[in-house]
């Protein structure tokens, strides 16, 4: 089975830091892997009503292998998508559409 590593980053709103966890497991493919990150961001958004935390920015990151140790973002190959958290739900965001976003963004003055 392949592994997959997922990273849970989160942040409430008057905060100065984000919380990142990474989390490395098997999946029998990678619809799984999205499956189960889609579980963790629905649960993240769970614990912050119970709490009354507004966010700032979550999100729920998907990479290709086994990368507990790596240096990770979304321009890493192994980079798959991610749940992207906010007040109306969680909305998938995949590793194409961050990166045409990245090329369309006008290079700084």
Known sequence: ?????IVT????QGTETAEVNTLVDEFATEGEAVGYARRMADEMLGMAAQM???????NV????GDLID?????TDPAFIG??????TGVAFV????????????????
């Open 1 to 5: 089975m392949p592994a997959y590593t």
């Open 94 to 109: 995949t590793a194409e559409d961050i990166r045409e976003g990245a090329a369309e963004e006008p290079a700084p003055q």
């Open 52 to 58: 009354e935390l507004d966010f700032d920015f979550s």
């Open 70 to 74: 790596a240096e990770l973002d979304p």
């Open 82 to 87: 991610m749940w992207v958290l906010d007040e």
């Open 61 to 64: 990151g998907l990479y290709d």
């Open 9 to 12: 980053t989160s942040a409430a």
